[in-house]
């Protein structure tokens, strides 16, 4: 099994009535994006104006090369609150996952996480959500 090339990783939560700066308060700490659901935003690359469907609220951990998808997990949950009932609170009003773009080096790449990060994930009720980019794809470059 070889090593994977990098991975991204964001944690996010989603919702209609999502207020970010409540988010913010009850995980004691700041998201790298967010907003209101209807709030018109512009993309970064592209320009394109557009309105956000629902609400959200994204940490983004620091881009690893190589593969460290445990790192990432730790990253973002350390810089967060630890008290479980406000995870408790949040995951019963909003959709909170752990997004990560996992890039393959080549065809038979593997990927490790242990007990103790899926359990971290787990007792805060956040999801993981991995998408994986074959090391052919020509959209290797373009991350999500």
């Known amino acids: 099994m ?16 999502l207020v970010p700066e409540e988010v913010s308060a009850l ?9 209101l659901m209807g709030q018109v935003r512009i993309a970064p690359r592209t320009g394109h104006v557009y309105t956000a469907k629902t609400g959200s609220w994204r ?6 090369e190589p593969e460290d998808l445990e790192a990432q997990v730790f990253e973002i949950l350390d810089q967060l609150s630890q008290d479980l009932g406000v995870w408790a609170d949040l995951s019963s009003r909003y959709e909170p996952d752990l997004f990560c773009g996992i890039f393959m080096a080549s065809s038979n790449d593997g990927l490790p996480l242990s007990a103790s990060a899926l359990c971290a994930l787990g007792q805060r009720g956040v999801a993981l959500s991995l998408d994986i980019y074959d090391s052919d794809d020509e959209r290797l470059g373009a991350e999500p």
């Open 2 to 17: 070889g090593t994977l090339s990098h991975s991204i990783a964001t944690l996010r939560f989603f919702g209609d009535d």
């Open 59 to 64: 940490l983004r951990a620091t881009r690893r």
């Open 27 to 35: 995980l004691c700490g700041a998201p790298t994006f967010s907003c």
